[in-house]
């Protein structure tokens, strides 16, 4: 199979009818029945094939300059320009051969086979099933994937790689990381918002431009067996395409051919041809200090960080850290989301995504779109300092109503049960109320005193909203034998601490005024 020529790519169109489609496919049909999006059988393929997708578009059709980014996003490339730009590089995405794609190119020194389930992330690693403790999934579950799916499981697996063990590296980004795109009405613009124009992809001065540098399966994997700094592979070692096509884990698929077609186990597609082991081996490229063009970073002792999912989940509280750069520069926005903010003056929308991982093991699929709200001119830190009031006020009070809500199920007792539900029910039910306030914040920037209402409904709101996630949980039943009395008391409580001083002074707002009666 060619990732370039051959239909693979599982995508749903406007009218909601579904298809596999090559990748040069993907304007066909955009004036009537555009493509809107990927939709593979699993969250993790989509957001892959999404990343597959902007990097060979970023690899071979990386606009000169920034006039024809923008022509481009209008009249999107036909069909047949994207099949003329992908036939250069279609020699590196054969799936099997001498070079195959994300694959080592010396088979015979991966001497590990497993099952072809432990190329799914949430497949135990080989550590936990050599120790029985693969209570994540069944690992029966999945025994055989036909060619589109093992390319997503490899191409997922590479991108988003979680320590393996010794030697098992992690994706270039580390494990599991997040990604942020800008997202469009179709899945093309989707794609296209997300690749950088040359200057700003490129870094400055030298570059390595071989093939290898780009696709590194076409020669011999750069080994991370000695110890640093021998083994790193850091950006001055590599063409920045690679960040696309990085090979952390030295893996090389078995094919079988069957002489009547079965079923794959995720799509269900009846193959011939099917995979259900691959061959592995420890010390693959040791990726480090990268600025991914995709993901948020912090920067510590002067190297990009790139950030990752948390559990408790993704949602307003994190908004600002990845839309805004910090005061301080510790803090950076994807480079396409920066991109989008500076140059198209457009308010958008930002998809993040990514595994939350627990080391080998992943704790959960994190998936949330939320707006990009375009400022005024100069008007980028007076937004930002008001938001982050909202922002302060609502994360006080989440931690209050957690403790209050412990106070009433569980009271003065030690007993530790895990209450971050209830945070994340409260984050949950501010969220989208959270962006109607911010937009009317962003509405009010040039009127004096303009935020002063829409942060007094948000302290409203916050109260509103907490009480009822208290009420909700302390008499869910979820725990027996709740004292009347202390649950009286803990909302109490409650209510005093949000009508309080210290809610008005995080979100800036002024303490009433009490007149001597
Ligand atoms: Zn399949």
Redesign the pocket.
């Known amino acids: 199979m060619n990732l370039t020529y051959d239909r693979w790519i599982p995508v749903r169109r406007a009218d909601g009818s579904r298809e596999s489609i090559a990748p040069w496919q993907l304007t066909e049909g955009i004036a009537s029945n555009p493509i809107v999006a990927v939709a593979s ?1 699993r969250p993790d393929f989509d957001g892959a094939l999404t990343q597959f997708l902007i990097g060979l578009l970023q690899t071979t059709c990386a606009p000169p300059d920034t006039f024809t980014w923008r022509k481009w996003r209008r009249e999107a490339l036909t069909s047949d320009e994207l099949r003329g730009r992908f036939s250069t590089v279609a020699h590196a995405f054969e799936l099997e051969g001498k070079a195959a794609f994300m694959q080592d190119y010396a088979p015979a020194e991966l001497t590990n086979k497993l099952d072809i389930s432990a190329l799914l992330i949430e497949a135990p690693g080989e550590q936990t099933q050599e120790q029985n403790k693969d209570h994540f999934i069944k690992r029966n579950g999945v025994a055989q ?2 060619p ?2 093992a390319a997503m499981a490899l191409f997922s697996m590479q991108t988003n790689a979680p320590s393996g063990g010794k030697g098992y590296r992690t994706g270039l980004r580390g494990g599991g990381p997040l990604t942020t795109l800008v997202q469009g009405k179709t899945l093309w613009e989707t794609c296209w918002l997300n690749v950088l124009e040359q200057a700003r992809h490129l870094r400055d001065g030298e570059t390595k431009d071989g093939e290898s540098d780009r696709f590194p399966w076409l020669a011999p994997t750069r080994i991370s067996e000695a110890k640093p700094p021998a083994g790193i592979t850091t950006s001055v070692d590599v063409h920045p395409d690679q960040q696309f096509w990085a090979v952390p884990r030295r893996i090389r698929l078995l094919a079988e051919v069957l002489p009547l077609p079965t079923p ?1 186990d ?4 009846a193959s011939t041809r099917i995979y259900r082991h691959f061959v592995t081996r420890n010390y693959g490229v040791n990726y480090q200090g990268f600025e991914h063009l995709l993901s948020p970073h912090y920067v510590k002792d002067g190297l990009p960080n790139p950030i990752h999912p948390q559990p408790g989940g993704v949602g307003y509280r994190h908004w600002l850290g990845w839309v805004e750069n910090s005061a301080d520069g510790t803090r950076r926005p994807a480079k396409v989301i920066e991109r989008f903010r500076t140059q198209t003056r457009e308010d958008g929308r930002l998809w993040a995504f990514g595994f939350d991982m627990d080391n080998m093991k992943a704790r959960c699929w994190y998936d949330a779109t939320m707006p990009l709200l375009t400022v005024p001119e100069g008007m980028d830190s007076i937004f930002k300092a008001l938001v982050e009031h909202l922002i302060q006020g609502a994360d006080w009070a989440a931690g209050v109503l957690r403790g209050r809500v412990k106070d009433a199920l569980l009271g003065g007792s030690d007993a530790r049960g895990d209450l971050s539900f209830v945070q994340a029910h409260f984050w949950e039910a501010t969220e989208a109320t959270f962006y109607e306030h911010a937009d009317r914040l962003r509405a009010g920037l040039t009127t004096p005193q303009a935020e002063v209402p829409v942060k007094e409904s948000w302290r409203a709101v916050l109260h509103t909203a907490a009480l009822f996630v208290f009420d909700h949980h302390a008499q869910a039943g979820d725990f027996d034998a709740v004292d009347p009395r202390r649950l009286a008391t803990a909302r109490n409580d409650l209510a005093k601490a949000l009508a309080g001083k210290k809610l008005r002074d995080l979100l800036g707002l002024p303490q009433p005024t009490h007149n001597p009666a």
Request: aromatic share 0%.
């Open positions: 059988p994937l036909c589109a799916c794959c995720l799509c269900g597609a």
